[in-house]
């Protein structure tokens, strides 16, 4: 079983950069999908980026492209969200999440995903 731990998050001023990383542990990730979920107060979660960890095919959420970049780090076993041009809307729970696909599938449901860290606030003050 893949265990998963975020680190990085905090207080950054909106227009600034912050970056999350996600720490896994248990299994190798060669078959898994890594990818990066939001909550925010009173909302519900919310795809954010994805990455496929055996080529490092990635994929965004709309609201998010030309701003976050996911990338991975094989000898780390770790997966990050840099996000630039911070937003006050993008203050939220960041939260990683690891879905197992053998065959390379990917999603952006959060159901889909087999495991979840523990998440990490990231909040963009005006």
């Known amino acids: 079983q893949v265990h998963l731990v975020e680190s990085g998050g905090g207080l950054v001023q909106a227009g600034g950069s912050m970056r999350v990383s996600c720490a896994a542990s248990?299994?190798?990730?060669?078959?898994?999908?890594m990818g990066w979920f939001r909550q925010a107060p009173g909302k519900e979660r919310e795809f954010v980026a994805l990455?496929?960890?055996?080529?490092?095919?990635?994929y965004y959420a709309d609201f998010v492209k030309g701003r976050f970049t996911i990338s991975r780090d094989n000898a780390k076993n770790t997966a990050y969200l840099q996000m630039n041009s911070l937003k006050v809307e993008d203050t939220a729970v960041y939260y990683c999440a690891a879905d197992e696909s053998p065959k390379g599938r990917i999603t952006a449901r959060a159901h889909e995903y087999d495991v979840w860290g523990q998440g990490t606030q990231v909040t963009v003050a005006s």
């Open positions: 248990g299994r190798t990730l060669s078959s898994y999908n």
């Open positions: 990455i496929r960890w055996r080529d490092g095919y990635s």
